[in-house]
T-cell receptor, first 111, second 114 residues
């Protein structure tokens, strides 16, 4: 059973466009929602994270939007660049327990 | 500062064999987690070790086991390999088992079972 559902599976965006990846969860005990970025041949690396007490967090071109009532959160990449082409994973965690990851979104930014 | 080091990076085994993977965490990190990554399932949590004790365990059969040494290095073992065990096995370390989310991943050990 997938604790965190992620969509789309793959995404193609033109350079300069906005990339949007969505995630949904059921467990209301989750209190930490990070996004990880993974390049081919590398391990995932933390990109940005949010807690449910805020509805939005922005770091540079990357923004997390969080909707607690809908139990959904999304990653927006503004002004997408070819260097952003990677696989993105959302995740959720409760307390000191392990992270539950989504199935990943492969983003391709076309020059 | 050295990152998380996993060895071997690639290995090929046949069904029924066993395999041991090694992970050296970032210096000072005491928590080590293991994940299985496959194209269809994404990252699936295997287990977490903190101060040589298994603290959390995912939903994997008993053929998957692990341990952590006093220097925080960790190993995972898979016995009686099956074709479905072919995957990228990722190790991640963090400062403490109470850290929230910031895992530092290695580059993984890619296991192919023939």
């Amino acid at each position: 059973q997938q604790q965190v559902k992620q969509s789309p599976q793959s995404l193609i965006v033109q350079k300069g466009g906005i990339s949007i990846i969505n995630c949904a969860y059921e467990n209301t005990a989750f209190d930490y929602f990070p996004w990880y970025q993974q390049f081919p041949g590398k391990g995932p690396a933390l990109l940005i994270a949010i807690r449910p007490d805020v509805s939005e967090k922005k770091e540079g071109r990357f923004t997390i939007s969080f909707n607690k009532s809908a139990k959904q959160f999304s990653l927006h990449i503004m002004d997408s660049q070819p260097g952003d082409s990677a696989t993105y994973f959302c995740a959720a965690q409760t307390g000191a327990n392990n992270l539950f990851f989504g199935t990943g979104t492969r983003l391709t930014v076309i020059p | 500062k050295a990152g998380v080091t996993q060895t071997p990076r690639y290995l090929i085994k046949t069904r029924g064999q066993q395999v041991t993977l090694s992970c050296s965490p970032i210096s000072g990190h005491r928590s080590v987690s293991w994940y299985q990554q496959t194209p269809g399932q994404g990252l699936q949590f295997l287990f977490e070790y903190f101060s040589e004790t298994q603290r959390n365990k995912g939903n994997f059969p008993g053929r998957f086991s692990g341990r952590q040494f006093s220097n925080s290095r960790s190993e995972m073992n898979v016995s009686t390999l099956e074709l479905g065990d072919s995957a990228l096995y990722l190790c991640a370390s963090s400062w403490t088992s109470l850290s929230t989310g910031e895992l530092f991943f290695g580059e993984g050990s890619r296991l192919t079972v023939l």
